[in-house]
């Protein structure tokens, strides 16, 4: 607009001096009335620079944990579009890079989950956790591919290639966003906020109960199939829903190192959320999800089939560099023709506030499973985290955390972990 202003002007001048060349003394008044746009034009144009000023000092985007994955331009409804700094592109395919390196050491060597390179058993060691690409390619104004491919380091320092998302996306508008293909389920906030490349974390890892299925976690994280979501009519309330119906294939691990991974087989899911982002509290997010599949307990012979339903509630705050997270959830499995269920509840609380280049953060998680159920590794763990991530740039961020952990039947677990987490 800035720029169209100004060749306005230009133009104006020009036509101006070529007229009173022309016409001479006789046209003294036609001048004068050009003269006077232009003064209101050249007025105009520094109104709208000093706005354009102002705008970018209390506009800009700044480094932290609210920053999104560029990979999810255009935002669906649960995200934040900010991005740390300008997309990369090659022939119509935008991309984004994201990295880390960790040092991590627990106080005993009684086996612990290895999560990516860490060493269960190991005084301290070092690793490079994941490597994740976000990639984007518009087809049209409604259609889209997005694709996160990530590298995962193992043990051996060993790496494993992953497709976490691979979506086929058609924004109708802003009431239906559709996505087809390989995407990270909608269960609560955490898992359908934040994916993977560890930067956009306040901390050095995500709660217990939302890790990767794949590390550990509770959760059946990633999926294939559709996924819809959208803003519902609801004036100033900002209702929206998420609906998601696939197959999820979770291999889960061990946390205490013990036994082969726990393939649960799982059926088709339906996944139902619904949460609310008021207009009167900018920043302000309540909901919950209501998700249900069919599982399989293969440490009984014959495998005996579970019903899986999964309840989340949720209350997040993330403005001005205010960041409150609250989440808990039911996991319930129901034996197939028998009266046995198991109810497991977990939770975590995260807050934090940005001052500065420094966030300091704390955090409490719990997680209370059955010793008979599929998570006889978790039984009851709960205990604080706390520590500071340092932001060097909008592309370089330093976290320092230390954790405690009281687990039942076991001793009390102390770490710290160390990561150095980058943007590129």
């Not at 007025?43 to 994955?69: F, I, K, M, N, Y």
């Not at 205490?256 to 139902?272: A, C, I, M, Q, R």
Request: net charge negative; with cysteine.
């Amino acid at each position: 607009m800035v720029r169209f202003q100004t060749l306005v002007v230009s133009c104006l001048l020009l036509t101006g001096q070529s007229f009173a060349q022309a016409s001479g003394s006789r046209d003294q008044e036609t001048i004068r009335l050009l003269q006077q746009q232009i003064q209101e034009l050249q007025d105009r144009v520094e109104t709208l620079e000093e706005a354009a000023a102002d705008s970018d000092s209390t506009d800009a985007p700044h480094p932290g944990p609210q920053h999104q994955p560029a990979a999810d331009q255009p935002a669906e409804p649960n995200q934040a579009p900010i991005v740390p700094a300008i997309l990369h592109e090659s022939h119509g395919i935008q991309w984004r890079g994201f990295g880390e390196v960790d040092y991590k050491v627990l106080d005993q060597r009684q086996p612990e989950l290895s999560t990516f390179g860490f060493t269960p058993g190991s005084a301290g060691n070092f690793y490079t956790g994941e490597f994740a690409l976000f990639l984007t390619s518009r087809i049209n104004d409604k259609a889209s591919v997005l694709s996160e491919i990530v590298f995962d380091e193992l043990l051996e320092q060993r790496f494993e290639l992953n497709v976490e998302r691979l979506l086929f996306k058609y924004d109708l508008n802003d009431h239906l966003r559709m996505s087809f293909g390989r995407y990270q389920t909608g269960i609560g906030y955490y898992n359908t906020h934040y994916h993977s490349g560890r930067w956009f974390f306040t901390t050095a890892d995500r709660p217990l109960v939302t890790e990767f299925a794949s590390k550990g976690g509770l959760l059946p994280t990633q999926a294939v199939g559709v996924s819809v979501t959208g803003l519902l009519p609801s004036g100033r309330l900002g209702l929206n829903y998420i609906l998601e119906y696939g197959s999820s294939d979770t291999n889960r691990p061990n946390i205490d190192g013990s036994e082969l991974p726990t393939d649960e087989d799982n059926g088709n899911h339906v996944n139902l959320g619904l949460f609310v982002r008021p207009d009167a509290i900018p920043g302000l997010q309540v909901g919950g999800s209501f998700y249900h599949d069919n599982i399989t307990n293969q440490d009984l012979t014959p495998g005996v089939r579970l019903g899986q339903t999964i309840v989340n509630a949720h209350i997040v705050y993330v403005r001005h560099g205010v960041e409150v997270l609250n989440e808990g959830f039911l996991i319930r499995h129901a034996q197939e023709h028998s009266q046995t269920v198991f109810n497991m509840p977990a939770f975590y609380s995260q807050i934090s506030r940005r001052l500065q280049r420094a966030t300091p953060f704390f955090r409490y998680q719990y997680a209370n499973t059955n010793p008979r159920s599929i998570f006889e590794d978790v039984l009851l763990r709960h205990g604080p985290s706390f520590g500071a991530r340092y932001d060097l740039n909008d592309n370089i961020a330093f976290k320092a955390q230390l954790d405690h952990t009281m687990r039942k039947g076991k001793p009390n677990l102390n770490g710290l972990q160390l990561q150095l987490a980058f943007a590129f």
